[in-house]
Protein backbone atom coordinates (compact mmCIF):
# COMPACT_ATOMS: atom_id res chain seq x y z
CA UNK A 1 0.00 0.00 0.00
CA UNK A 2 3.12 2.73 1.02
CA UNK A 3 4.76 2.01 -2.67
CA UNK A 4 1.22 2.26 -4.28
CA UNK A 5 0.84 5.43 -2.72
CA UNK A 6 3.96 6.89 -3.50
CA UNK A 7 3.67 6.12 -6.99
CA UNK A 8 -0.11 7.57 -6.82
CA UNK A 9 1.39 11.05 -5.30
CA UNK A 10 4.42 10.45 -7.69
CA UNK A 11 6.91 10.88 -4.76
CA UNK A 12 9.88 9.09 -7.13
CA UNK A 13 8.84 12.03 -10.07
CA UNK A 14 9.22 14.87 -7.36
CA UNK A 15 12.18 13.82 -6.15
CA UNK A 16 13.53 12.92 -9.21
CA UNK A 17 12.71 16.59 -10.85
CA UNK A 18 13.94 18.23 -7.85
CA UNK A 19 17.52 16.98 -8.83
CA UNK A 20 19.21 16.39 -5.49
CA UNK A 21 18.47 15.12 -2.36
CA UNK A 22 14.99 16.78 -1.33
CA UNK A 23 14.26 17.85 2.23
CA UNK A 24 10.98 16.84 3.60
CA UNK A 25 9.38 20.08 4.11
CA UNK A 26 9.95 20.72 0.19
CA UNK A 27 8.55 17.27 -0.68
CA UNK A 28 5.24 17.67 1.61
CA UNK A 29 4.77 21.09 -0.30
CA UNK A 30 5.20 19.87 -3.62
CA UNK A 31 2.49 16.96 -2.73
CA UNK A 32 -1.04 17.15 -3.93
CA UNK A 33 -2.53 16.25 -0.49
CA UNK A 34 -4.48 17.84 1.98
CA UNK A 35 -3.34 20.17 4.61
CA UNK A 36 -4.09 17.64 7.59
CA UNK A 37 -2.19 14.87 6.15
CA UNK A 38 1.14 16.84 6.06
CA UNK A 39 2.20 14.88 9.58
CA UNK A 40 1.77 11.85 7.64
CA UNK A 41 4.19 11.76 4.90
CA UNK A 42 7.65 11.61 6.73
CA UNK A 43 5.91 7.88 8.43
CA UNK A 44 5.05 7.50 4.35
CA UNK A 45 8.58 8.26 3.81
CA UNK A 46 10.03 5.97 6.64
CA UNK A 47 8.67 2.81 5.73
CA UNK A 48 9.46 3.44 1.60
CA UNK A 49 13.08 4.11 3.55
CA UNK A 50 13.28 0.72 5.38
CA UNK A 51 12.09 -1.18 2.45
CA UNK A 52 14.62 0.28 0.42
CA UNK A 53 12.63 2.44 -2.42
CA UNK A 54 14.78 5.92 -0.88
CA UNK A 55 17.35 6.48 0.62
CA UNK A 56 17.21 9.05 3.82
CA UNK A 57 19.91 11.85 4.48
CA UNK A 58 20.52 14.04 7.82
CA UNK A 59 21.65 17.92 7.13
CA UNK A 60 23.19 18.52 10.58
CA UNK A 61 22.90 22.71 9.95
CA UNK A 62 19.03 22.65 9.43
CA UNK A 63 17.94 19.83 11.49
CA UNK A 64 15.80 18.44 8.34
CA UNK A 65 15.70 14.92 6.66
CA UNK A 66 15.88 14.46 3.02
CA UNK A 67 15.12 11.87 0.79
CA UNK A 68 16.66 10.74 -2.83
CA UNK A 69 15.93 7.70 -5.23
CA UNK A 70 17.44 4.42 -5.12
CA UNK A 71 18.02 1.59 -7.89
CA UNK A 72 14.56 0.70 -7.08
CA UNK A 73 12.79 3.98 -6.91
CA UNK A 74 14.65 5.38 -10.02
CA UNK A 75 12.31 2.06 -12.11
CA UNK A 76 9.26 3.60 -10.86
CA UNK A 77 9.78 7.01 -12.68
CA UNK A 78 6.99 8.08 -15.39
CA UNK A 79 9.68 9.07 -17.62
CA UNK A 80 11.21 6.32 -18.04
CA UNK A 81 8.58 3.86 -18.82
CA UNK A 82 10.51 1.14 -20.11
CA UNK A 83 7.80 -2.26 -19.81
CA UNK A 84 5.06 0.07 -20.31
CA UNK A 85 6.29 1.14 -23.59
CA UNK A 86 7.49 -2.08 -25.02
CA UNK A 87 4.42 -3.80 -23.98
CA UNK A 88 2.61 -1.15 -26.93
CA UNK A 89 5.54 -1.39 -29.54
CA UNK A 90 7.01 -4.11 -31.76
CA UNK A 91 10.57 -4.25 -30.55
CA UNK A 92 11.52 -7.98 -29.49
CA UNK A 93 12.85 -6.99 -25.66
CA UNK A 94 12.42 -4.13 -23.34
CA UNK A 95 16.75 -4.02 -23.77
CA UNK A 96 16.18 -3.39 -27.37
CA UNK A 97 13.34 -0.67 -26.77
CA UNK A 98 15.28 1.39 -24.81
CA UNK A 99 18.75 0.75 -26.30
CA UNK A 100 17.96 0.53 -30.17
CA UNK A 101 19.64 -3.27 -30.27
CA UNK A 102 19.96 -6.58 -28.72
CA UNK A 103 21.95 -6.86 -25.32
CA UNK A 104 24.05 -9.17 -27.29
CA UNK A 105 24.98 -6.73 -30.21
CA UNK A 106 25.55 -3.91 -27.13
CA UNK A 107 27.72 -6.19 -25.29
CA UNK A 108 29.73 -6.70 -28.81
CA UNK A 109 30.16 -2.85 -28.51
CA UNK A 110 30.93 -2.82 -25.26
CA UNK A 111 34.00 -4.72 -23.87
CA UNK A 112 33.33 -3.88 -20.13
CA UNK A 113 30.10 -5.01 -20.28
CA UNK A 114 30.94 -7.90 -22.37
CA UNK A 115 33.72 -9.32 -19.63
CA UNK A 116 31.44 -8.42 -16.37
CA UNK A 117 28.69 -10.72 -18.12
CA UNK A 118 30.61 -13.39 -18.89
CA UNK A 119 32.08 -13.52 -15.87
CA UNK A 120 28.88 -13.83 -14.38
CA UNK A 121 27.83 -16.30 -16.50
CA UNK A 122 30.96 -18.54 -15.45
CA UNK A 123 30.50 -17.84 -11.77
CA UNK A 124 27.11 -19.17 -11.71
CA UNK A 125 27.94 -22.00 -13.70
CA UNK A 126 30.30 -22.81 -10.87
CA UNK A 127 28.09 -22.21 -8.36
CA UNK A 128 25.80 -25.14 -10.38
CA UNK A 129 27.28 -27.81 -11.72
CA UNK A 130 28.91 -29.09 -9.17
CA UNK A 131 24.84 -30.14 -8.46
CA UNK A 132 24.61 -30.73 -12.26
CA UNK A 133 27.23 -33.15 -12.36
CA UNK A 134 26.36 -35.28 -9.35
CA UNK A 135 22.74 -35.51 -10.19
CA UNK A 136 22.85 -36.15 -14.07
CA UNK A 137 25.81 -38.71 -13.22
CA UNK A 138 23.92 -41.59 -15.34
CA UNK A 139 23.57 -39.26 -18.28
CA UNK A 140 27.22 -38.24 -18.04
CA UNK A 141 29.15 -41.15 -17.25
CA UNK A 142 30.79 -43.44 -20.45
CA UNK A 143 30.56 -40.15 -22.57
CA UNK A 144 33.40 -40.25 -25.35
CA UNK A 145 33.43 -36.90 -26.27
CA UNK A 146 31.75 -33.52 -25.91
CA UNK A 147 30.78 -30.36 -27.51
CA UNK A 148 30.20 -26.99 -26.07
CA UNK A 149 27.89 -25.34 -28.23
CA UNK A 150 26.69 -22.26 -25.41
CA UNK A 151 29.54 -20.39 -26.01
CA UNK A 152 30.80 -17.86 -23.31
CA UNK A 153 34.19 -18.96 -21.62
CA UNK A 154 33.62 -23.27 -21.57
CA UNK A 155 33.36 -23.06 -17.66
CA UNK A 156 30.69 -26.28 -17.14
CA UNK A 157 31.94 -28.20 -20.49
CA UNK A 158 35.81 -27.94 -18.38
CA UNK A 159 33.87 -29.01 -15.26
CA UNK A 160 32.70 -32.17 -16.46
CA UNK A 161 35.44 -32.80 -18.41
CA UNK A 162 37.59 -32.81 -15.57
CA UNK A 163 34.99 -34.95 -13.20
CA UNK A 164 34.69 -37.49 -16.03
CA UNK A 165 38.20 -37.38 -17.11
CA UNK A 166 37.48 -36.44 -20.84
Known sequence: MSLKCAIDLCIPDIIHNYGQSMPLSKL??????????????SRLMQILVHSGFFSQHSDDSKQEVSYALTGASELLLRSTPLFST???NDEPTPFHAQNGMTFWDY?????KLNHLFNDA??????????VMIEKCKGVLEGLESLV?????TGTM???IAQSFLL
Open 157 to 159: VKA
Open 121 to 130: MSNDTRLISN
Open 107 to 111: AGREP
Open 86 to 88: WFT
Open 148 to 152: DVGGG
Open 28 to 41: IASLPIHPSKTCFV
